[in-house]
T-cell receptor, first 109, second 113 residues
Framework: GQNIDQPTEMTATEGAIVQINCTYQ??????LFWYQQHAGEAPTFLSY??LDGLEEKGRFSSFLSRSKGYSYLLLKELQMKDSASYLC??????????WGAGTKLIIKP | ETGVTQTPRHLVMGMTNKKSLKCEQH?????MYWYKQSAKKPLELMFV???????ENNSVPSRFSPECPNSSHLVLHLPPLQPEDSALYLC????????????FGEGSRLTVL
């Protein structure tokens, strides 16, 4: 079966750096996506990786290793507004999005 | 109006009445989706419409009935439901060629008593 694993919850301190990991086992691979979802709000697209390596976008970076079935989302200079759930999703060989259950990130002052 | 809008935002229904959830996208996209989001579970894809034609129905119970009157609107008709159907129902849209980059509405929180 297809599976996406990510930690259920993480806690970090304002101003620090946090890394949210995602491992996947899917039927084929056509890209990996990260979404952010604040409580009570819509998920919003953060990043897309299809090739190995690091993609940087401001304070957020996303890394992919296709051979290891592994990605991480790196958040730097954490702010209180970064408290949210972070969803990892993989586009499989049928161009279906397979979702993880999300990681709830709690930022403490 | 911009983005994807869903109504109602909150809905409480008993196990005997019928309601509908509505979605409208103002992005000119040609694919629209219904997802179910339950606490601590992955998003579950329910229905996909491309150019108004339904292309996916991922083992959703037949009691759910979608409708796509045009490429900008989606409706999810809700017959009498079960308490386990309580969840956040999310509508999303995407452009052909960028199928993984979805634009979501804020969802309709459904509670079945």
């Amino acid at each position: 079966g297809q599976n996406i694993d990510q930690p259920t919850e993480m806690t970090a301190t304002e101003g620090a750096i946090v890394q949210i990991n995602c491992t996947y086992q899917t039927s084929g691979f056509n890209g990996l996506f990260w979404y952010q979802q604040h409580a009570g709000e819509a998920p919003t697209f953060l990043s897309y990786n299809v090739l190995d390596g690091l993609e940087e976008k401001g304070r957020f970076s996303s890394f992919l290793s296709r051979s290891k079935g592994y990605s991480y989302l790196l958040l730097k200079e954490l702010q209180m507004k970064d408290s949210a759930s972070y969803l990892c999703a993989v586009l499989d060989s049928n161009y279906q999005l397979i979702w993880g259950a999300g990681t709830k990130l709690i930022i403490k002052p | 109006e911009t983005g994807v809008t869903q109504t109602p935002r909150h809905l409480v229904m008993g196990m005997t009445n019928k309601k509908s959830l509505k979605c409208e996208q103002h992005l000119g996209h040609n694919a629209m989706y219904w997802y179910k989001q339950s606490a601590k579970k992955p998003l579950e894809l329910m229905f996909v419409y491309n150019f108004k034609e339904q292309t996916e129905n991922n083992s959703v119970p037949s009691r759910f009935s979608p409708e796509c009157p045009n490429s900008s609107h989606l409706v999810l008709h809700l017959p009498p439901l079960q308490p386990e159907d309580s969840a956040l129902y999310l509508c999303a849209s995407s452009q052909e060629g960028t199928v993984g980059e979805l634009f979501f509405g804020e969802g309709s929180r459904l509670t079945v008593l």
